[in-house]
């Protein structure tokens, strides 16, 4: 075998392999994101946390049972819905706790979609946020949330061994 033709092979295992590996990292890669929206038609604070259907999949087996079916089980979506809600929650400047109600829950694409809301307080300068749904099963879960309809978008990032986030309203309602 010449040299050029063996070359070719070479580069084209090593391409594979790093496709590969690619793929491979991409499923490891364990993120939520969730908007938090002050809605003014509604006067509502509406909740939007959206986790990849295959990260939900996985959970809802490590924290259920190992025959947990998200996809075509009504109560185990319920039961991840539950889930999501209790370790996550909007405190006001007090660290009063917010009275969030859960909405819904739907599949969309590759998507699991799980709605809150609560009335929007009179005068709320800021929040203090805890998004700690993934983070007790995988210590690597990234959790990023963005609050909008109050001022510009803020952007926050639970990572690590963050419980706690907040953020201020120049404006004050």
Known sequence: ???????????SVALLLLMAAQVAFAHQIKAAI????????TQNIE???RFNLH?????????FDKKADIL???????????YVA??????DADSAPLALK?????????????????AQPPKLEGLTIRHNALRDLWPAQINTLNVEGRGDIQTL?????????SVEFKHPH
């Open 1 to 11: 075998m010449t040299t050029k033709p063996l070359r070719i092979i070479q580069l």
């Open 34 to 41: 969730t908007t938090v929206l002050f809605n003014p038609r």
């Open 47 to 49: 909740i939007m946390h």
């Open 55 to 63: 990260d939900a999949e996985h959970a809802v087996k490590a924290l």
């Open 72 to 82: 075509g089980d009504k109560a185990t979506q319920q039961a991840f819905a539950d």
């Open 86 to 91: 209790q370790r996550f929650a909007l405190l």
């Open 102 to 118: 859960t909405v819904g829950f739907e599949i969309e694409g590759k998507f699991f979609w799980v709605y809150q809301e609560t």
């Open 157 to 165: 990032t639970f990572r690590d061994n963050i419980e706690l986030l």
